[in-house]
């Protein structure tokens, strides 16, 4: 039984390579264990899970994907393609101009600096992250929103009492009574939001006193800790977050009316996660102020 192979001579191997680009671009999702296979979705945008195979290939070029802001994600095994397969983003709008830019976008910098520029992936991860106030309507399944929480679970509280607890809302009426309580106008959100309260009842059985102005501060940084360990993680994996502060002091009285309660806890604000449809990452002001920061050293004392 036999097999035809197209010839790529020196003549055709141009329009050859951006022929197979272009098919290549028309998927909306492609998975592969092949290292070449997730260079050329990363080239044109589209989205790829990648799975490692006994070559060490793929899992180290893990690092670069996150680099160069592709839409490669490269998974350790066949449980993490499944919790990645529900959320798939939208493809960037190839174009074939866009494979020479960035052949020799890479070349000067090693020309110049003899290695490509890098940087450390969780800081760029900090420093990409932007608030967003545009949603798609797409919800996020049970098995992230776990991995979310869990990023939360992990951030530091006030001597170790891992006070903080997380509700996930995703009844619409109720989201958007939250988004008017915030906001303090009508705004859209995204289907799912995450509560985040402190439990007093696990203060207390560790000796603490809640009425003690010293612990009492605990839950502001605990809580603060674990929504932004939470918003890094959504960042990491392609997901968008809005921060909600409730700005009254009737606030658990507006939670109590729509049914968010629980004994001992006291809800202090919530993430809202989802798709994002602006492109905020091109933003380069909110409220009037800029959102690039000064030189580090205006920020030193």
């Not at 028309?26 to 945008?45: C, E, M």
């Not at 809640?210 to 918003?231: F, G, P, V």
């Not at 919530?270 to 000064?294: D, M, N, P, Q, V």
Request: proline share 3%; aromatic share 12%.
């Amino acid at each position: 039984m036999g097999f035809s192979v197209d010839v790529v001579d020196i003549e055709n191997r141009k329009d050859s390579l951006l022929s197979f680009l272009d098919m290549i671009s028309k998927y909306k999702l492609v998975i592969t264990d092949r290292f070449h296979g997730a260079i050329f979705a990363s080239i044109t945008g589209t989205p790829c899970l990648a799975l490692p195979t006994i070559n060490h290939k793929i899992i180290e070029s893990d690092f670069w994907f996150r680099k160069l802001k592709t839409k490669t994600f490269v998974c350790k095994n066949s449980d993490e393609l499944e919790k990645r397969i529900s959320f798939i983003p939208e493809p960037y709008e190839y174009n074939s101009s866009f494979v020479k830019a960035m052949y020799y976008h890479i070349l000067f910098s090693v020309l110049e600096n003899n290695t490509i520029s890098v940087s450390n992936p969780v800081q760029d991860c900090i420093i990409s992250r932007r608030t967003v106030r545009s949603w798609e309507d797409y919800t996020v399944n049970k098995i992230l929103l776990y991995d979310i929480i869990k990023s939360g679970v992990y951030a530091p509280s006030g001597s170790n009492a891992q006070c903080v607890k997380f509700k996930i809302i995703q009844d619409k009426e109720r989201i958007f009574s939250i988004g008017k309580e915030c906001f303090r106008r009508n705004i859209n959100l995204p289907p799912v939001v995450i509560m985040l309260g402190y439990d007093f009842g696990i203060e207390k059985t560790i000796n603490f006193d809640h009425q003690n102005k010293t612990w009492e501060l605990l839950k502001y940084q605990d809580i603060a800790a674990a929504t932004q360990n939470m918003q890094l993680y959504c960042e990491s994996i392609g997901l968008s977050c809005c921060w909600l502060s409730f700005f009254t002091n009737k606030r658990q009285e507006f939670l109590n009316s729509i049914n968010i309660k629980d004994n001992n806890i006291e809800y202090l604000s919530g993430l809202a996660i989802g798709f994002s449809k602006s492109k905020s990452i091109l933003e380069t002001e909110h409220s009037g102020l800029s959102i690039e920061r000064k030189n580090i050293e205006n920020y030193i004392l």
